[in-house]
């Protein structure tokens, strides 16, 4: 576990390799100790996660992430964390903004230009694809079956989404993503690094 602070940000990456007890109680308290010593005059806080929280590829419902989901996402809920910048699953993933384990769905589904409007203890996580591999992974619906080539619009119509992943996209080539952070918002940016078309983007207002 280590921070580190630039400008108005604040940078926490966790050692979410220990998902054992004593390893997530571990980070849990680095998180509350380097919030309290060094957040105070940040307007982001951001942490680094390798495992992905909410993500369709296919580890939503494995016991060591749901045990991080439900050890983790309370605390990144009470001390102030805004985003959650995770990967391993190599395909894109946008959760709704999460308060705790509950997820704040809008009126309108999920779309890129998205502008979230972010109230106390709500914590935006983002699972980034692959940005040079050949791996990637199928997307995996809530009822546990893998789909190859399946699309966001086609999983909405099936009602296969996971209730807290707001936005997906798997188009089984690398994406890179461009964060931008000002002092009254906050906005990601992802690009297919293939042809340089849209994936997502979505910004963070306070």
């Not at 400008?7 to 998902?19: D, V, Y």
């Not at 959760?95 to 409007?117: F, I, Q």
Request: proline fraction near 4%; charged fraction near 20%; hydrophobic fraction near 35%.
């Amino acid at each position: 576990n280590y921070f580190f602070e630039q400008n108005n940000a604040l940078f926490i990456a966790l050692n979410s390799n220990r998902k054992d007890d004593a390893g997530l109680a571990e980070q849990a308290q680095f998180v509350r100790d380097t919030v309290a010593a060094h957040g105070g005059d940040k307007d982001w806080i951001i942490v680094l996660n390798h495992f992905a929280f909410h993500s369709h590829g296919g580890r939503y419902t494995d016991d060591d992430i749901v045990r991080m989901r439900n050890v983790l996402s309370p605390v990144f809920s009470e001390v102030g964390v805004d985003v959650v910048l995770n990967g391993h699953d190599h395909m894109y993933n946008r959760s709704y903004l999460m308060n705790g384990l509950e997820p704040v769905v809008p009126g309108a589904p999920a779309e890129p230009g998205d502008v979230l409007h972010q109230g106390p203890g709500e914590v935006l996580y983002l699972t980034l694809s692959t940005a040079g591999g050949g791996k990637f992974y199928d997307f995996e619906g809530n009822d546990g079956n893998e789909y190859p080539g399946m699309t966001l619009a086609e999983a909405r119509e099936r009602n296969l989404n996971r209730p807290t992943i707001a936005f997906w996209n798997q188009d089984y080539t690398p994406d890179y993503s461009v964060v931008s952070v000002e002092q009254g918002s906050l906005n990601i940016l992802s690009v297919n690094a293939a042809d340089g078309s849209l994936v997502d983007d979505v910004t963070l207002t306070k």
